[in-house]
C-alpha cells in the first residue's frame, strides 16, 4: 500500500500558509483556525505514520516522487519513514498544534496576525520536511525554510518598540550595547545560523561527490566506503566538522549560541515553537541522523581513533555550552532571557550525549539524547508558554515586576512548577531520569572535565530556574492577575502534566524508554550493539539528584520573602560584582564578536567604498570624460575655415604618408 | 544602367521623372544580377567591356540609386530652382555607378568627375551662404584631389613590374580618397562643408558620394595586394591602418563636445568612414597573408556598411532639415521633438542606433562582420600578445560614439516646445524601417 500521501505531513502546513495570508488581512480569527486546521491534520496524520512505520518494524521505507535529475542523479522529493523520523515528526506536529492553538488567544490583539500565521505554517511545513527529509537536498531546504521563518518570527514586531526589545536600555559592556532589537535580532538569527550553514553546504558537497548520492538511505548503506575515501584523502575531520557546522549553529552551541539569546525578542508562542521544543532541536536530529551512521561504519572499517577526536569535540562543546549557558541565566533578569540560556543550556547536554557516542556504547548515549530532547521539548515549551501569560499580564519581561502570581493563576503555577521540576531534574518527572543518564554516562567515559562541567551545570540549572520561580510566583501581589484563557491555558497546562506521566512511565521495562530505545537503534541501517539499558550508577544518581535538590533548596531559601537580598549583596561592589557583570553580559562573548568581527568587516567596507568612490567612480565618471573633453575641443579649433590652411594639411597628410613608406621600406 | 540623365524645367516634373529614372535604373540592376542570385561577390566577376556587374558594384549602385530616390523629393525644400539640384543628384548617382563598376582607368577619371562636380553643384544649389562659402572649399580641395586620383591611376597603370611605382600609386590614390572620403589629415573641409550648409544636399553626398570612392579603392587594393611583394603590401596596410584608427579617433572625439546637431553628424561621418577603411585595411591583408575568411568577412561587412551608412545618414541630414528652422540647429532647440512629431522622431532614434551599431539593425550586422575580420587570428600583424588591438580600439571608438549619439536622442525626448516641418523629407527619415527590416532579414539571407 503506498504511503505517499503521509507527504502531506508537511505539505499541509505549507498550503495553510498560503492560504491563510489572504484571508489574514481581514478575517483574522478566520486566519488563525484556518492556520490551525492545517496543523491540526498533520499531527493527526503523524499518528497514523508512527504506527505505519511500526508496521514496517521500524525498518526504514521511503515514499515519495521523482522531482528533476541532474548529472546521473535524480532527486526526488520525498519521506524517510523510520523510528527517528516518525518520532521526531510526531513530537513536532503536536507541539505545533498546541502551541498554534495556544497562539490563536495569545495573538489576538495583534496587528501582524496574517504575517504571523504564514510564517508559523511555513515554519512547521519546513521543519516537518527537515525531520522527513529522504535526501540531503530536500533536508536543506526544509533546514533553510526555518531559518527564514525564523527570521520573519523572531523580527515580527518590527517596529521595535521598547517593550519588545531584549536586554537592559542603556547598558553597554565594552562599548558594545547589551539590547537587542526585534530586526536586529531577527537579522542577528539569520546571519549565525547561515554563516554556519556555509559549512554544512561544502559538508552537503563534498559528500555527494565522495558518494554520488543525495540520498540519506543510500548514504547510510555506503558509509564505510565514504568514510574511507575520505580518510584517505586525509578529509575525514575537516569533512566532519564542516558537515556539522550548521547543526551546531542551529542548536545555539558555542560559539554560535548568541542568536538564540536575542531571539527572545520574537512573541513568546514563537520562542516556545521555534527556540525551545522544534527548531533547535534540528541540529540534534541531525547528529542524531547521522553520526550513528558514523559511528558504525567507522567501526566497521576500524577507523574509530581517527573519527574520536571529533566527538570528543562535539562533547567537549556540548559540556561548556551547558555550563556557560546555566551560568548566564544565574544572573538574568528576564524571564524569556532565563528560558533561551536554559534552552541552549540543556541542548549542551544533548551534544554532550552524542560525543560521549565514541566513548561509550553508541546506542545508549544516542537514545539519551534523543530521550532528553523529547523531555526537554516538553517542559522548555510549557514554561515558554507559561511564561507567555506571565508577561502578558504583567505586561513586563522583568521578573522584577513579577511576584505573587501564585495567587491568581493557580494552574499557570502547577503547569510551571511541574516543567520547573522536570528541567531541574528531580524525580519522578522525565527531566530527572535522562539527564541522569546523561551523566552517568559522562562518568562512565572518564573524560573528567566534561563529567564536571555536566554536573555543575545541574547545580545552577535547579537554582536559576527555582529563583525564577519564587520570584515569579512567591510573595504578595503586585497586581490584579488573572488565569489566561483556556486556548493559552490547556496547552501548557496539559504539557506540564505530560513531563510528569513520561517520567512516570519512563522507567518500566515495558514501556515507553525501552520502546523509543529500540525503535531508534532497529532503526535501520545501522547495525549498532544493543544491550539492554543500563541500570544506574549508584554514586553519580545520588551525586546529581542532591545537586538539583541543593540548588533547588538554595534558591527557595534565597528568595522566599527576602526577594532583593541576593541581587542587592551582589551589586555592591568588588570581585562579586565583577563576576556578576561578567555573566550578566554574556561573557562579553557578544561585545567581542561585533567589536572584532562586525567592527572588522566595517572597517574594511569602509576601506573598499574610499577606493570605489574615490578610485574607480571618480576615474570612469570625472577622469576619463574630463580628459576627452579636452581633447575633442582642442581638435575643434583645428577648423579654422581658411582653405589654404586645409590644403596645407592635406599635402601634410600627403608628406607624412611618404614619411611612413620610407621608414617602412628601409626597416624592411 | 547610365540612363539616368532625364531632367526637366518644371519643379516637380523633374522630381517625378528622376524618380521614374531611377526606379528604371534599379530595375535594370536587379534584371542583370538576376541570374546570380546573392551569391556574388567579387570572385565572380563578368566582365562586360572594363565594366564589372558583381556584388560589389550592384551593392553599391542600388544603394546609391536607393538612396537617391529617397532624397530626390528633399529637393522641393530649397529656396530655389530645384530642377538643377535634381540633375546633378543624378549624374552624382550616374557616377557612382560607374565608378563602382569599372576597372577601366577612363570610365574611373570619368566617374570620380562626374561625382566631384555634382557633389558641390549639389552644395552650391541650395543657395545660402553656408551652402555657398562650403561649396567653395570643397570645389577647391576637390580640384587638388582630382589631379591626385589622376596622376595615381596614371601611376597604377604605367607600373607593369615596377612595385615602388605601384605602391606610390597607391599611396597618392590613398591621399584622393582621403579627401572624399573625409579621412584625416585630408578630411578639413568636411566639418564645414556638412556642417554648415544646407542639410539636403548634404544628405546626399554624406550618403552616397563617398560610397563610389570607396568601392574604386577595393578594386585597386584588390589588384595591387595581389601584385605587391608582402613587404610593399604590408605597408600599404599600415597606412590603412593609420588613416583608419586617425579617422576613427578624429571623428568620435570631434563630435563628443559639440553642440551643433549638423556638425555633429559630419564628425559621425568621419567616424564611420573610419570604420569603412578598417575594412578595407583587413581586406588588404588578408590578401596578403591569403586568409579568405577574414577577406569575405571584411567584404561583406563593408558592404552591409555602405548601406546601412547610406540609408543613415540620408535620414540624419533630412531630420535636421526638417527640425531647423533659422539657421543653426542645436540640442536645445531639438527638444520637445519627440512629443511633435512622434513617428519621425521614432524613426531618428531608429536611425542614431544603427550608427551606433545595436542588434538586430543593419549596422550592427556590418559593423560585426568587419570587427570580427579584423580578429582573425592568422593576420598577425593585428595581434599584439594575442590581443587583436585594431578590433578593440574600433570597439572603443564606437563605444565613444554612443555618448554623443545618445545626446541627440536623449534632447529629442525632453520636454519642450520644438516643432518641425517634414514636408518631402519623410521619405528618407522613414527608410528607417527598412533598416530594421534589412536587419532583421539579414541573418536569414545570409545562410541561404
Known sequence: MSYLYLNSIWLLPFFGAVASLPLGINHKKGASLLSSVFLAIP????????????????KPFITGFGWFSFGSTQVSVGIL?????????????????SIAVYSYEYMEDDPGTHRYWFFFDFFVGSMLLLVLANNLLLLLIGWEGTTLSSYALIGHWYADEEQRWVGDKNRYALGVPNWSTPSNSG??????????????????????????????????????????????????????????????????????????????????????LIH???????????????????????????????????????????????????????????????LAFSTASQLGYMFLAVGLAAYVTPSVAFFSAFSHMISQALFKAALFLAAGALIHEYSSRYIKDMGGAWHGMK??????????????????????????LILDLAFQSGIWPVYLLGVAGAFMTSFYIFRAFMLAFSGPSKKEIKEPGHPMLVPYLALGIITLLFGVIWPYPVNASNWMYSVLTEDSFVKLAMPPLP?????????????????????VYAYLGKRELLDAQLSRGGIIAGLHSFLYDRWYINSIYYRLIVGGFVDISRVLETTETKGFDYFYNGFIPSALSTVSVKLRKAQCGSISKYLTALFAGLFMMMLIYALLLILR | MILTLLPSSWKKTSMVLGEIALALAAGVWAYSIYPFHLQLLESTRVPFGGFYIDGLSATVSLTAILVGMLVLPASNRLKESSWQFDFALLLGVAGTIALSSSTNAFLIVAGWGLVAVSSYSMVSLAGDRGSLTGSIKYAFMSALSFQFLVVSIFLIISSTSDFKILTLGMILFLVALGFKGGIPPFHMWLPDVYGYSDPVPVSMLSSTMKLGALAL????????????????????????????????????LGGLTQSEVQRMMAYSSIAHVGYMVMALAVFTASLIYGVPQAEYYALVGLLIYFASYALSKAGVFAFIKGAMHSSRLTLQSMEGLGSASPLLSGSLLVILLNLIGVPPLLGFWGKLFIFASAANQSITLFFIWGFPWFTLVAIANSALSVFYYIRVMRSIYLPGKATGNFKYLSPAILSSLGLIILGVLLPLLLSV
Request: net charge neutral; aromatic share 14%.
Open chain 1, 535 to 555: 541500570s544506574f550508577n549508584v554514586y553519580s544518581l545520588s551525586l546529581s539528584l542532591g545537586l538539583g535538590l541543593a540548588g533547588l533548596g538554595f534558591a
Open chain 2, 217 to 252: 579603392a577595393i578594386r585597386l587594393l584588390d589588384l595591387s595586394a595581389l601584385a605587391l611583394p608582402i613587404a610593399y603590401g604590408k605597408i600599404l596596410v599600415i597606412l590603412l591602418v593609420i588613416l583608419s584608427i586617425g579617422a576613427m579617433l578624429v571623428g568620435n
Open chain 1, 276 to 338: 525551545a521544543a522544534t527548531m533547535v532541536n534540528a541540529g540534534v536530529y541531525f547528529m542524531l541522523r547521522f553520526m550513528p551512521m558514523i559511528i558504525s561504519g567507522a567501526q566497521s572499517i576500524n577507523i574509530m581513533s581517527s573519527v574520536a577526536p571529533f566527538f570528543l569535540y562535539i562533547a567537549v562543546i556540548g559540556a561548556f555550552t551547558a555550563f556557560m549557558m546555566a551560568s548566564q541565566a544565574f544572573v538574568s533578569n528576564e524571564l524569556k532571557l532565563i
Open chain 1, 81 to 97: 519513514v523510520d523510528g527517528l523520523s516518525s518520532l521526531m515528526a510526531l513530537l513536532v506536529a503536536w507541539l505545533s498544534f
Open chain 1, 43 to 58: 499531527a493527526l496524520l503523524s499518528i497514523y505514520m508512527v504506527y505505519a512505520a511500526f508496521s514496517y518494524g521500524f
Open chain 1, 411 to 436: 494552574w499557570t503555577t502547577i503547569a510551571f512548577l511541574f516543567a520547573a521540576l522536570s528541567l531541574s531534574g528531580i524525580p519522578p518527572f522525565s527531566g530527572f531520569w535522562d539527564k541522569d
Open chain 1, 187 to 272: 537579522v542577528r538569527a539569520i546571519v549565525f545560523t547561515s554563516f554556519a550553514d556555509i559549512g554544512f553546504i561544502i559538508g552537503i558537497g563534498m559528500l555527494y561527490q565522495v558518494a554520488g548520492t543525495m540520498s540519506i538511505y543510500t548514504i547510510s548503506q555506503e558509509m564505510p566506503l565514504i568514510l574511507t575515501s575520505l580518510n584517505r584523502e586525509g578529509l575525514l575531520l575537516p569533512f566532519l566538522f564542516l558537515f556539522s557546522m550548521g547543526a551546531f549553529a542551529k542548536s545555539a552551541q558555542f560559539p554560535f549560541h548568541e542568536w538564540l539569546v536575542t531571539a527572545m525578542t520574537g512573541p513568546t508562542s514563537v520562542s516556545a
